[in-house]
């Protein structure tokens, strides 16, 4: 099916992708690592609680920590081998698992499940969204409201981020069966798939399958729920308002084929594509990782990094968090590891704001990011809200990145957001 044109919206930001440096790298499983370290909360919501304990033996896939609630999601084993420990680790409790012989515990494969089935499957495999947000897909597949329509994001806007891209390329049939999954789960009767058209050979290859294509023009954060709706079907999701309203429900193409493989295989959500990029890696790569892995098992599977690489980022430049070391494990949401030189950081020290207004003519929430920086700095909250919108924030960064003045717009927000939550 031909790709169709997708709308675009105002604002935002045009930036160079870097995404040159890994595209072309093949999809390359990590080796074996002799120790995960695997959260109980990787995902929004309540983090699961333990169900193994120090001396275990557990197989690959076995169910480690059970889901607390209703927002909250299953975590399994990613390596067979020995619990050493159920201790508080940087990302909180965690399971930790000394690797031994490999053996495996998935679920038996579901044959023309139904649509509570799918559902039930998807919440028993772990499955949440692994574009990073990390609310359980479960979750999404019991909305309030009608849904029709289905939209996979293959948006992949970050820059550098190249492993949705490698997925669609190497994974396309296992994850249009989950798109398919997906829409029979929620009674959507269509499924469409919106790549950017910086992914021509991507776009190219699902124009073969039965979804419906929307090549979206390059435009960050082209792949924000809410914009990404919009494009690909002009349809706009009111302020305060979630896309199953408007009749649609979004997924990743990652989660797409955690989905099919949990349905066909009965494989729990155990491991996820990590692409490792940058100037300042020896090379990049996009690998296929066990959950929990060391992130220093990446960079040594990438050859290291280079002298002059000054700053490491978990996730994209944009929305990713800045790492102190590589101590920390692969999560579900883990969708990049960055190495950084100085060129690519342009790292300034930031200067008074000038009102020259860019934050606000970028926003593509149409707020006023340099409102919420001014009276995040006074601690009035409130106002910060009130006049700069702080809860309708999707937190892009687009603001930051424009900034002459290199003002930490995107901080003060999330500051704000904080004390804003603690207070409710």
Do not use: W
């Not at 897909?137 to 492993?163: F, M, R, S």
């Not at 955690?258 to 090379?283: D, M, W």
């Amino acid at each position: 099916m031909k790709a169709k044109k997708g709308k675009f919206f105002s604002r935002g930001v045009h930036m160079h992708d870097h995404k040159s440096l890994a595209k072309d790298r093949p999809l390359r499983a990590l080796d074996a690592v002799g120790e995960v370290v695997i959260p109980l909360r990787q995902h929004i919501g309540k983090a699961a609680l333990p169900v193994v304990e120090a001396g275990q033996t557990v197989k690959r896939g076995q169910l480690v920590g059970k889901a607390d609630g209703f927002v909250s999601a299953n975590v399994h084993a990613s390596v067979a081998g020995t619990v050493k420990a159920v201790e508080e680790r940087t990302n909180g409790l965690s399971v930790v698992i000394e690797a031994g012989a490999d053996a495996t515990d998935f679920m038996p494969p579901l044959t023309d499940p139904t649509a509570e089935e799918i559902v039930q499957r998807v919440a028993d495999a772990g499955i949440c969204g692994m574009g990073g947000a990390g609310f359980p897909t479960h979750v999404k597949l019991k909305p309030q409201h009608p849904v029709d329509t289905v939209i996979l994001n293959g948006a992949e806007c970050e820059p550098y981020l190249t492993c949705d891209d490698r997925l669609m390329l190497e994974q396309r049939d296992k994850i249009v069966r989950g798109a398919k999954y997906l829409a029979k789960a929620l009674g959507a009767g269509k499924a469409m798939i919106g790549i950017e058209k910086n992914k021509p050979e991507a776009i190219a290859a699902f124009e073969e399958t039965e979804l419906e294509v929307v090549a979206l023009k390059k435009q960050y954060p082209m792949g924000s729920e809410k914009h990404l709706i919009y494009c690909a079907t002009g349809r706009k999701v009111p302020l305060g308002k979630l896309p199953a309203d408007v009749g649609v429900v979004v997924n990743n193409v990652a989660t797409a084929l955690a989905v099919c493989e949990a349905v066909e295989e009965g494989k729990p959500l155990i491991e996820r594509v990590v692409t490792v990029s940058g100037a300042g890696i020896a090379q990049p790569e996009n690998l296929v990782c066990p959950i929990g892995a060391p992130l220093s098992a990446l960079a040594e599977a990438c050859g290291g990094a280079k002298e002059d690489a000054v700053k490491l980022v978990a996730g994209g430049p944009m929305t990713g968090n800045a790492l102190t070391g590589l101590s920390a494990p692969v999560t579900k949401t883990t969708s990049g590891l960055l190495f950084l030189t100085e060129k690519e950081t342009n790292a300034e020290e930031p200067t008074p704001c000038i009102n020259c207004g860019k934050c606000a003519d970028v926003c593509p929430m149409k707020l006023m990011p340099m409102q919420t920086a001014f009276y995040t700095s006074a601690k009035d909250y409130e106002a910060a809200d009130k006049y700069g919108g702080v809860l309708s924030c999707i937190e892009c960064g687009a603001c930051s990145y424009i900034c002459p003045a290199r003002r930490p717009l995107a901080q003060s927000i999330k500051t704000a957001k904080a004390e804003l939550r603690k207070k409710q």
